[in-house]
């Protein structure tokens, strides 16, 4: 049984990361795919959703979505809402990470954070869930972090973009529930990606799997596995919720 068999989906940041294991997740469950990324040249990236897309019959489409660009989020939204078919789940995936003290960091920098992590992808989840609201289903899923829990040092504009995404969540949750929209928000804890390997040293993730409960990072495709049961039919009674996959911190 494919748990996505035959729904559509939305993944930001699909080429590398947890975005990248969540398309290959979702593909392999049967779900055709807008896989958006800043740069759709990128041969490496038209290679791979090639080679997914025939070994799983899905219909895989690469969308130019640059997140400091108000008018690159409007024409990927545009561009998708165009093709004229059901979105049932959106996947805010794409994100920046950025590591600087409370008294060093510019107010500047905190606005650079935001619009990336959280008000671009709010416009273009706006301009998408006009579907959902038409179809009266769908499930939007939020790409949060355990530094929004865990208010890590250093990560003061990370981890309040990340924070505004789960309160984000819970009021979108209230406002689309009626509309059989479910909206949640995932926490992942250290995981094996481009991201975490470039923004911590190794010292820090040895210090921080001491407190891990599994003592070890985690696979993106685990975390891919979370968005895949929200994304599902299973998770049908879940909404406004915060999931936090971290191995136990």
């Known amino acids: 049984m494919k748990l996505l068999d035959n729904k559509h989906a939305v993944i930001t940041g699909a080429n590398r990361g947890i975005g990248l294991a969540t398309m290959d997740t979702f593909a392999a469950n049967g779900c055709h795919l807008w896989a958006c990324v800043r740069n759709i040249e990128d041969s490496a990236f038209s290679d791979h959703i090639s080679i997914l897309s025939e070994n799983h019959r899905v219909e895989i489409t690469p969308v130019e979505l640059d997140l400091t660009n108000n008018e690159s989020v409007a024409a990927a ?74 208010g890590n040092a250093g990560r003061l504009s990370y981890a309040a973009s990340k924070s505004a995404m789960i309160t984000a969540s819970k009021v979108m949750s209230r406002e689309l529930g009626p509309h059989g929209i479910r909206v949640n928000s995932v926490a992942p804890g250290l995981t094996d990606t481009d991201m975490m390997r470039d923004n911590h040293d190794n010292d820090i993730v040895e210090n921080t799997l001491e407190r891990v ?37």
């Open 213 to 249: 409960s599994l003592r070890r990072v985690a696979k993106p495709e685990e975390i891919a596995n979370s968005l895949l049961f929200l994304g599902s039919d299973l998770a049908s009674y879940v909404t406004g919720q915060v999931i936090s996959v971290d191995g136990g911190m």
């Open 77 to 150: 939204a545009k561009a998708i809402s165009r093709q004229k078919l059901p979105i049932d789940i959106i996947v805010n995936n794409a994100g920046v990470i950025d590591t600087s003290i409370f008294a060093m960091t510019s107010v500047k920098a905190m606005h650079e954070m935001f619009e990336v992590n959280f008000f671009a992808q709010m416009a273009f989840t706006q301009k998408l869930v006009r579907n959902m609201i038409k179809q009266k289903s769908g499930s939007i899923i939020n790409m949060a972090s355990s530094a929004a829990i865990e």
